[in-house]
């Protein structure tokens, strides 16, 4: 396979703010998995969301913000997560290691609507 064959070796697997039309816009995350990255010199591991919209597939990196969103929602295990519908909404933020400000996406998961019905 050539690198020409898919946007992978372009950065194009990865959700970016420019690829979010609107807020209602609905992802299914379909799966999770860690990745060992390093900024500003310090070693973590960073929890990536595997996203489906439309049949297309993106990766999502959560910074500490939307970890603590997932963790939120799903406190027992990453993986709990996995079949939820979620939305993001674009917020402005500070490019790591600079002064400038650029649009971030932050989760929203979608919440479930239970109705109870009244006994009589």
């Not at 946007?7 to 990745?35: P, Q």
């Not at 970890?67 to 933020?93: H, L, M, R, S, W």
């Amino acid at each position: 396979m050539e690198k020409t064959d898919s946007w992978a070796a372009f950065g194009g697997e990865y959700l970016k703010a420019v690829d979010v039309l609107k807020d209602t816009d609905e992802y299914v995350i379909v799966n999770v998995s860690s990745k060992e990255e390093t900024r500003n010199n310090v070693t973590k591991e960073v929890l990536h969301l595997h996203l489906e919209r439309n049949g297309v597939e993106k990766l999502f990196g959560c910074n500490a913000t939307n970890t603590y969103a997932v963790q939120e929602t799903c406190p027992t295990t990453p993986k709990d997560v996995i079949g939820k519908k979620i939305t993001f909404n674009k917020v402005d933020v500070q490019k790591p290691g600079t002064d400038e400000i650029v649009k971030g996406l932050r989760v929203v998961f979608k919440r479930e609507v239970v109705f109870k019905r009244d006994k009589k």
